[in-house]
């Protein structure tokens, strides 16, 4: 059984921007603009977790593979994803907002 990939926008939950699905085939999982996630998935694009915490920012690191990934913890039961920064044409990550992040 196959679970069908949900590819849809969204709004963000931190700063309720909305947010548009990307186009370039990958799956978008945080807001491009304050680069919050929301902890709805087990696996990503699954949308299966019950959590729906609140997912923060909390570093950048670089992978050799896959480039840029975004570390981000949720706020309610404290897991910690790793999803790959959306460098795309439509409402890219906002790289100052990225740049910060490799400070911390
Ligand atoms: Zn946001
Ligand atoms: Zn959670």
Request: aromatic fraction near 4%.
């Amino acid at each position: 059984m196959t679970r069908a990939i949900q590819n849809t926008g969204f709004s963000c939950m931190k700063c309720g921007k909305e947010i548009l699905p990307l186009t370039n085939g990958s799956y978008r999982n945080h807001c491009p603009h304050c680069l919050s996630s929301r902890h709805v998935d087990n696996k990503p694009g699954d949308r299966s977790s019950q959590c729906k915490g609140l997912m923060k920012p909390i570093g950048l690191r670089f992978n050799s593979k896959k480039g840029y990934q975004v570390v981000h913890q949720c706020t309610r039961c404290g897991e910690i994803k790793v999803n790959k920064v959306a460098d795309c044409t439509v409402q890219p990550d906002d790289t100052n907002k990225l740049i910060l992040l490799q400070s911390l």
